[in-house]
């Protein structure tokens, strides 16, 4: 079991890391579209922004599915 002070700041973390995201997402001239270069400074076919949220989701669901996974009864 996760300790309580540990569960919250793993909890401020995943909200500066969604925050900090979307954020980004917001500076985006296309907010849509998030460009992309190869390593020469050429832009190459951009993606979706919603990139940028895939990590900070996966962590959200992992943590709350630790948050709230039964407890085992023996």
């Not at 992309?36 to 900070?56: E, F, H, K, W």
């Amino acid at each position: 079991m996760i300790e309580r002070k540990a569960f919250w700041i793993a909890w401020a973390l995943v909200i500066a890391m969604l925050a900090a995201a979307a954020w980004r997402v917001s500076l985006l001239p296309d907010w849509t579209h998030l460009p992309r270069y190869d390593s020469n400074g050429v832009a190459i076919s951009p993606t979706s922004s919603a990139v940028l949220l895939t990590m900070p989701g996966a962590v959200l669901f992992i943590m709350a599915r630790l948050a709230w996974r039964p407890h085992s009864r023996n």
